[in-house]
């Protein structure tokens, strides 16, 4: 049976294909950012399979189920990317590195594709460029605030024709961390090519399939994810739009991810960077025993992570979960955490989040204050891709407990 507001992945998002194989299956889990006020009565809420599927044919690793996009990005959507510093550096990273790659004296217009908050597009504005922005959500308002044009939509063809019109063709148009989110793909591929003009750029950043398989970042598997890229597979997106991939770069945000420079083919020469990484993939991430191999870490981490736990309540030790990212739903979903393991996750001041409790739980986030009030004896870093750099600011704000550190491997630090 259908399930509402979901349609079921029956080809390949890219190429079409049905050899589609299943490699991961993670239950049945809430939208990651459906949250709901503490102390709100208990109601029915919706909740999709999460299955990871391999194309035997093009390599693109996908979700066996695209929920509609107005369920996972509703106009209260909590989250802003100008929260997290990590994110300011590399989009201040990606403007520098442009501008050694492109001529933006001929047309300096950006266009970005899911422009949240305005924390990438102010980075071109503070550069002197002229930014334009796409966000479907009520964030778009905090850009607006910024200075910022923002047009308040889910993007499309039709709406790429309206930007055109009122704003022009854009020497770039970035995607960061939205062009796996997004359902119908060769469709907005359309509507991006109406937005770049004849010599212009358009830059993606994704979660990247290599990082997620080798350091074990299941975590990131979730709804809004509908595609796992590697370049193997963007590749195979890419081409049949006469667009060439010339640069890759690997980032740190997100645990690992890939920038990819596209354009129409032969416009910039292709560099050693994108042959490199494509022979690495086949090493790693694109060939079906990959796949097989890391869903058996999976389910082994799981386990690791419930004894451990298991092991500090048998000691009487309270828990709190420090940042509640998007990826901290799908951890506690799948290994079955709840209230009486974790007692609370804190958040950042300021964080929309706060006041809420993690999705398909009672587990409350609350401000970070809390924590240093309370001093737990634990407290777990559901951010645990910045380990290195978050333990030493919590120690030095107070904190006097433990550190939990959940995946690549379920760990306590002092």
């Not at 690791?304 to 990826?327: C, M």
């Not at 970070?368 to 030493?392: G, T, V």
Request: proline share 6%.
């Amino acid at each position: 049976m259908k399930a509402k507001h979901s349609h079921f992945i029956e080809n390949c998002q890219v190429c079409n294909s049905k050899n589609l194989q299943p490699v991961l299956f993670l239950g049945y889990l809430p939208p990651v950012n459906e949250m709901i006020s503490v102390g709100a009565r208990i109601e029915e809420r919706p909740s999709f399979p999460t299955q990871l599927l391999f194309c035997n044919d093009c390599s693109l690793v996908q979700l066996s189920c695209a929920v509609d996009k107005e369920v996972l990005f509703p106009p209260e959507y909590p989250y802003t990317s100008g929260m997290t510093k990590i994110l300011h550096d590399n989009f201040q990273d990606l403007y520098e590195e442009s501008k050694t790659i492109v001529d933006y004296a001929k047309n300096p217009k950006v266009i970005d594709i899911g422009s949240n908050d305005g924390t990438l597009l102010s980075k071109f504005k503070n550069g002197g460029l002229q930014v334009h922005g796409i966000e479907p959500t009520a964030v778009y308002k905090m850009a607006v605030e910024k200075g910022i044009p923002t047009t308040n939509a889910f993007f499309s063809p039709e709406v790429a024709l309206s930007v055109q019109k009122t704003f022009g063709r854009a020497q770039m148009v970035t995607a960061t961390n939205v062009f796996a989110h997004i359902d119908n793909i060769h469709s907005i591929l359309d509507g991006i090519l109406q937005l770049v003009d004849e010599r212009g750029i358009f830059v993606s950043e994704n979660h990247y399939l290599g990082s997620l398989v080798q350091t074990l970042q299941y975590d990131t598997v979730y709804h809004e994810h509908l595609r796992y890229y590697s370049v193997t597979s963007l590749r195979r997106l890419l081409e049949p739009h006469g667009l060439e991939i010339f640069h890759v770069k690997k980032i740190p945000t997100h645990g690992g991810s890939i920038r990819v420079y596209s354009a129409k083919k032969g416009l910039y020469p292709v560099r050693d960077s994108v042959a490199a990484i494509i022979r690495e993939e086949k090493e790693i991430c694109v060939r079906p025993e990959h796949l097989q191999e890391f869903a058996q870490r999976v389910h082994m981490s799981k386990l690791q992570i419930n004894a451990l736990l298991y092991r500090v309540k048998q000691e009487g030790g309270r828990i709190f979960g420090i940042g509640a990212p998007s990826r901290a739903s799908t951890l506690i979903g799948y290994t079955g955490i709840d209230e009486q393991s974790v007692q609370a996750v804190a958040e950042m001041k300021g964080s929309l989040k706060i006041g809420k409790y993690m999705p398909g739980t009672m587990i409350p986030v609350v401000e970070e204050a809390a924590l240093y009030e309370q001093q737990p004896e634990y407290a777990m870093l559901l951010s645990w891709h910045i380990a290195e750099e978050l333990i030493p600011k919590i120690k030095a704000k107070g904190f006097k407990g433990k550190f939990i550190v959940p995946l690549p491997e379920a760990r306590v630090v002092n």
